[in-house]
């Protein structure tokens, strides 16, 4: 009954910010949203930005210096803010989690359904 959901994508101009967020929904006994990932039609499917397990952020090379990052735990959300957005941003934007759905259950890990960005002039 755990389920990620994505919000916040849509069609911008070249140059334009979006932000995305990721919620968890459903019940569940403790949850941890890792990242972002994106894949576009045709290319394997690509982390974006995370956090690590020591706590720090890594971003994709191509994200650097665009994206950010960040979460509220009060809220089970995370956020990518997207600024500067290139056409080759284009593509599925997922969250990724892991996390237990009851106390006793083995991790397991959920992803979103997805957020369609689109970068076009």
């Not at 690509?46 to 690590?52: D, K, R, S």
């Not at 994200?63 to 957005?85: E, P």
């Amino acid at each position: 009954q755990v389920q990620l959901v994505e919000s916040g994508g849509g069609l911008v101009q070249p140059g334009g910010s979006l932000r995305l967020s990721c919620a968890v929904s459903g019940r569940f006994f403790s949850i941890n949203i890792w990242g972002w990932y994106r894949q576009a039609p045709g290319k394997q499917r690509e982390l974006v930005a995370g956090f690590t397990r020591g706590g720090s952020t890594v971003y994709a090379d191509s994200a650097k210096g665009r994206f950010t990052i960040s979460r509220d735990n009060a809220r089970n959300t995370v956020y990518l803010q997207m600024n500067s957005l290139k056409p080759e941003d284009t593509a599925a934007y997922y969250c990724n989690a892991d996390g237990h759905s009851d106390r006793w259950s083995p991790i397991t890990d959920y992803w979103g359904q997805g957020t369609q960005v689109t970068v076009s002039s």
